[in-house]
């Protein structure tokens, strides 16, 4: 995964020690369709809907659409916050330990083209139904179900 310059410079100055870090979770749907757009990690082979990492002062919204465009090439346009949430501490392969605090957003595609895998992240990228979608871990079948569900508020976990 392409690891984030801001990243690398505090890296150099806190080794492999906790980084408390801000992400994103697009759900995107295609306009027309219904279909979710999902991708297949190139780190880990899991199909996920579009993740990332917030650059500093970038708006979370505006960071979903960037990875979006990034990872699959589709332009995508925020309609809500879905979900905010603390993930578990994470350990990566090469010792750096990490933790994020997730933003889920729910997006519309603008772009009617097909996803493709658009940078080095990910291995394939789909339009999948809803209802015939390939495995999934939990926080991304509860994240999409509460996208899709049509409630305008965001959850928070208390």
Not at 23 to 43: F, K, M, P, Q, Y
Not at 49 to 62: Q, S
Not at 126 to 144: G, K
Request: with cysteine; aromatic share 6%; charged share 25%.
């Amino acid at each position: 995964m392409a690891t984030p310059d801001f990243v690398l410079a505090l890296r150099e100055k806190v080794g492999h020690a906790p980084l408390w870090m801000s992400g994103v979770t697009a759900v995107v749907v295609e306009e027309g369709s219904g279909a979710l757009l999902l991708v297949r990690r190139a780190d880990t082979d899991a199909w996920t809907p579009v993740t990332g990492i917030i650059d500093p002062g970038e708006e979370p919204a505006v960071a979903g659409a960037r990875e979006v465009l990034e990872e699959a090439g589709i332009i995508a346009q925020a309609e809500r916050l879905v979900d905010v949430r603390t993930l578990p501490p994470i350990t990566y392969a090469n010792g750096d330990q990490a933790q994020f605090l997730d933003l889920c957003f729910l997006f519309t595609a603008r772009s009617g083209q097909a996803p493709y895998p658009a940078d080095g992240e990910n291995e394939e990228a789909i339009w999948a139904d809803p209802s015939d979608l390939p495995a999934l871990n939990d926080r991304f079948r509860e994240q999409i179900a509460l996208a899709l569900s049509g409630e305008q508020a965001a959850r928070f976990r208390q």
